[in-house]
């Protein structure tokens, strides 16, 4: 028997996908995605990178050029560490985003917390002034973000989370998940 499968595609396309069932085929159609830590492509840039017309299709997506859209130079990109002259400041927490995900590898997660801070009145949630991630570094130390007492009473420190597999979760459309 068939198995046939409605899927909502990141362009929002609906595609009818078939794939042979156990039962008829000894074909396995499905593997499981590599993960070995070891800072190699598990095959995701070069997918994305061949498909990007048909998958960047909103404002939020720009598109990579082709001879920047690859895993080594994203990898480079992830890594850091950024300058002023790249736009870091005046206030920031971190020069790349390997700073706080690298354990056990380059996207992974660290013991790196983040502060959120801002002002539950019993109905509504407001945003510390500035947005509710507290900058805990400043290009010069009288720009440094104090945490105001009297906009605050909700705060809390979140960890920094492994990002591997998420560009499998972001590849399928939000009305599938
Ligand atoms: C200062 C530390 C820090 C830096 C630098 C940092 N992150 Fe994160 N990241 C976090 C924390 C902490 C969370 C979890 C946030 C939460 O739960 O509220 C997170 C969450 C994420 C998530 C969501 C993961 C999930 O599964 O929900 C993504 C994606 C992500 N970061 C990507 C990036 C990228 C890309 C950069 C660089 C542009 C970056 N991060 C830089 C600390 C950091």
Known sequence: MALSARVETQSGL???????????????????????FDVASNGFAEEFCARQDHLTNSPNSPEIDDDECNFGFAAIEFTGPETV?????PVFNATGCGECHIAPALGGGSQIA??????????????????????????????????IESKTNVFTFRGSQSLFGDGYVEAVGSNTL
Request: no cysteine; aromatic share 4%; hydrophobic share 45%.
């Open 14 to 36: 609906a595609e009818t996908l078939t794939r042979a069932g156990a039962a008829t085929t000894a074909a396995a159609v499905v593997t499981d995605a590599p993960a070995g």
């Open 85 to 89: 002259a790249d736009g870091v400041g």
């Open 114 to 147: 983040e502060r959120r801070a801002g002002f539950f009145d019993g109905i509504r949630f407001i945003d510390h002034p500035g947005g509710s991630l507290i900058h805990d570094r400043a290009t010069s130390a009288t720009l440094l973000e104090t945490v």
